[in-house]
């Protein structure tokens, strides 16, 4: 019999968020993955408040995704993505979107 044991290892950001600049009216995606034992879970925040799913935000079901469709200036501001898992937490690198006005 063998048995593997697995260490819990703290989160790791491995995918940072990009910054983007875009025009009212288009759809824009943040990507964050990040790694860790157990798996964590990612929440987004912006300008330090979380984000949740509603009409015109909408995370993946491993939150590794974020869309904001049909964005306008009130979009505008610095996202950034949280893994948590038992062991600790890492924060991702803050991402700027910037809208544009048409």
């Known amino acids: 019999m063998i048995i593997l044991y697995l260490s819990p290892d703290k989160p790791d950001i491995a995918t940072h968020p990009q910054n983007i600049t875009t ?16 798996a964590p879970t990612i929440a987004w925040n912006k300008n330090g408040y979380p984000i949740n799913n509603s009409f015109s ?19 505008s501001g610095d996202y950034i993505c949280q893994a948590k898992n ?6 991702s690198n803050a991402s700027t979107i910037n809208v544009q006005c048409k």
Not at 57 to 75: A, F, Y
Request: one cysteine or more; glycine letters at 8%.
């Open 23 to 38: 025009r009212e009216g288009q759809n824009v995606t943040l990507y964050c993955n990040a790694t860790g034992n157990p």
């Open 57 to 75: 935000t909408i995370l993946s079901p491993s939150h590794e995704q974020l869309t904001i469709r049909n964005v306008n200036r009130i979009d």
């Open 86 to 91: 038992r062991v600790g937490t890492d924060t």
